[in-house]
């Protein structure tokens, strides 16, 4: 049986490795954008669009699409464009163990 060393043994070396705590918070925060990114770009296959169609919906280039897509650009204003150009809606909410509140939603044409 090969033994594998324990996540608690290795941990502080790891965390060092990867620019302390905070470090370990921006990887994990670059990971989400990336997984949020691949998961619109299914979505997006998924009914049949094209990245050039979304960035004309959008008004910006398919460079710029391809870029969300990769999760490089993750700002709550261009992923709700990039959602609303899919026809959805972007909604923010706040949990509170069985309480969730939508604070803020897309889908208006309000200011």
């Not at 979505?43 to 919906?57: F, P």
């Not at 899919?86 to 923010?92: A, D, H, T």
């Amino acid at each position: 049986m090969t033994n594998f060393p324990k996540w608690r043994d290795v941990r502080t070396d790891v965390v060092a490795g990867a620019g302390g705590e905070q470090g370990v918070a921006e990887a994990r925060k670059r990971n989400q954008a990336y997984i949020d990114g691949h998961r619109l770009a299914e979505r997006r296959k998924a009914i049949g669009l094209s990245q050039s169609e979304v960035a004309d919906r959008m008004g910006v280039t398919k460079s710029r699409v391809s870029q969300i897509e990769r999760g490089e650009v993750s700002t709550v204003d261009t992923i709700a464009r990039y959602v609303r150009a899919l026809g959805g809606e972007l909604q923010i909410s706040a949990v509170f163990g069985d309480d969730m509140y939508v604070l803020r939603s897309t889908d208006t044409d309000a200011a």
